[in-house]
């Protein structure tokens, strides 16, 4: 896997993406292969890392130490999450440590000016007590210090375009960028969106279905589905996005081409 991960990062380098985040496993496991990565990526790539920090699995103290670890080595940009629990068991927060996304924001910008990505959710967080309340939430990581929301990605572009709408009538003005999720596998992601509260169109379901012994016709759509989102929303003045590449980087750099953005030739100037 750390093979394929960086095959995909040596992929995906030439696009020059504005940075990469590096994610956490389950429950914040896998915190020392996430920091090993990072500073790889900070120390031998052009690349500009976000590092993924959430307030499950470690204590304030050993948050902070990371936050320092990173801003030493030169790293800037950090996506501050609360984290989600193990599958089966309700969010707590751990004793010392930070009990939510907000106060997380708010301690890293006491230990440095970084850069802070933060989580918005267009069709509710499943966890939320109501729609208006995961604003007011957003709100507060924001106005703790956060530079960015990043959204958990959907399928209609309507239903990022009423979010950001619903963002703007409660005083949010900072930058939303779209979360963009490829379909590289159709059953994975019909799973996956049921466990996070993604609503999967019934047209993205007749689309899909009966690719998985069909993967070439499955890419195809699926470069189709996300360039026309990327599109849909570009009409309406957004010209940012994030997309989870999964370590799978042909989709990406695929759609990147679909909407014109395209590695410099050795050439070029």
């Not at 103290?61 to 940009?77: K, L, P, S």
């Not at 509710?124 to 995961?134: C, I, K, R, V, Y």
């Not at 900072?174 to 969106?193: E, L």
């Amino acid at each position: 896997m750390e093979q394929r991960l960086w095959q995909c990062i040596r992929r995906l380098a030439p696009l020059s993406p504005r940075f990469v985040s590096v994610t956490y496993g389950a429950g914040g496991t896998m915190q020392a292969r996430t920091q090993a990565t990072v500073l790889r990526l900070k120390q031998e790539t052009a690349l500009v890392p976000a590092a993924h920090l959430t307030c499950i699995g470690a204590t304030r103290e050993e948050i902070d130490d990371i936050a320092r670890t990173y801003w030493q080595a030169g790293v800037r940009h950090l996506v501050a999450l609360r984290g989600d629990a193990p599958a089966g068991t309700d969010y707590t927060p751990r004793p010392g440590g930070y009990a939510y996304a907000s106060d997380l924001v708010a301690g890293l910008r006491r230990i440095a000016d970084f850069e802070i990505s933060v989580a918005a959710y267009p069709e509710t967080h499943p966890t939320a007590l109501s729609p208006q309340a995961d604003i007011d939430n957003l709100k507060r990581k924001l106005d703790a210090g956060a530079s960015r929301a990043i959204t958990q990605y959907f399928f209609e572009a309507s239903t990022c375009l009423r979010f950001l709408d619903r963002c703007l009538a409660a005083g949010i003005t900072a930058p939303i960028v779209p979360g963009i999720m490829p379909v590289s596998n159709y059953d994975q992601i019909a799973r996956f969106s049921a466990l996070c509260g993604v609503t999967v169109p019934a047209w993205v379901t007749h689309l899909f279905e009966g690719t998985a012994k069909n993967p070439e016709l499955c890419r195809i759509a699926a470069c189709i589905v996300a360039a026309e989102q990327v599109r849909t929303l570009q009409s309406h003045g957004i010209n940012e996005f994030h997309f989870s590449t999964l370590n799978r980087p042909d989709l990406t750099c695929a759609i990147a081409h679909l909407l014109g953005v395209r590695p410099p030739r050795e050439t070029d100037s």
